[in-house]
T-cell receptor, first 115, second 116 residues
């Protein structure tokens, strides 16, 4: 069975600090997909990134970067120079290529960025 | 392009009443998902459809919940009768064929349901 663990329940930082959100996954599948979603205070779920299991290249998008390491089953998310608008709950999720993409979500990490 | 559309955005009802939540998936997507989010249980998949056919409804909590997808552009989630413990945010999401870049699930804004 798949499982996604986000051990950090809540993180508080001051604006301009860098912050890393951890995500550890468990799966027996050889092909799988990892995702990050952002849920701002307004409540919608916003897709941030999708990563295939066969692509371990790290990705950078502006202030956001993702580090995917199969050896440690981790898919961590770093925000550089955090801003107040980054305050949200961030969810890591895993999908399988077996059957269909039933996403398994972690419990989320609430990030509070204060000015 | 329009994303997933859900209505209503907020619903307040009394226990025992019927509640119907609506969803319009992204055009061209052939998978549709209904999720429920609560503080206690987080995000839970209730049911999903492929080409308008329900594939897995194992997450539907009980017979009071039902979902339909009469066509590719519309789905409903119905609760009858509603109970206070059904209070939650209900999300609809859609995605395209597995194996391609469309397989990402895109979520609607959610319906915040409060059953008094």
């Amino acid at each position: 069975a798949q499982k996604v663990t986000q051990a950090q329940t809540e993180i508080s930082v001051v604006e301009k600090e860098d912050v890393t959100l951890d995500c550890v996954y468990e799966t027996r599948d050889t092909t799988y997909y990892l995702f990050w979603y952002k849920q701002p205070p307004s409540g919608e779920l916003v897709f941030l990134i999708r990563r295939n299991s066969f692509d371990e290249q790290n990705e950078i998008s502006g202030r956001y970067s993702w580090n995917f390491q199969k050896s440690t089953s981790s898919f961590n998310f770093t925000i550089t120079a955090s801003q107040v608008v980054d305050s949200a709950v961030y969810f890591c999720a895993q999908g399988s290529n077996t059957g269909f993409q039933k996403l398994v979500f972690g419990t989320g990490t609430r990030l509070l960025v204060s000015p | 392009d329009a994303g997933v559309i859900q209505s209503p955005r907020h619903e307040v009802t009394e226990m025992g009443q019927e509640v119907t939540l609506r969803c319009k998936p992204i055009s061209g997507h052939d998978y549709l998902f209904w999720y429920r989010q609560t503080m206690m249980r987080g995000l839970e998949l209730l049911i999903y459809f492929n080409n308008n056919v329900p594939i897995d409804d194992s997450g539907m909590p009980e017979d009071r919940f039902s979902a339909k997808m009469p066509n590719a552009s519309f789905s409903t989630l119905k609760i009858q009768p509603s109970e206070p413990r059904d209070s939650a945010v209900y999300f609809c999401a859609s995605s395209g064929l597995a194996g391609g870049p469309q397989e990402t699930q895109y979520f609607g804004p959610g319906t915040r349901l409060l059953v008094l």
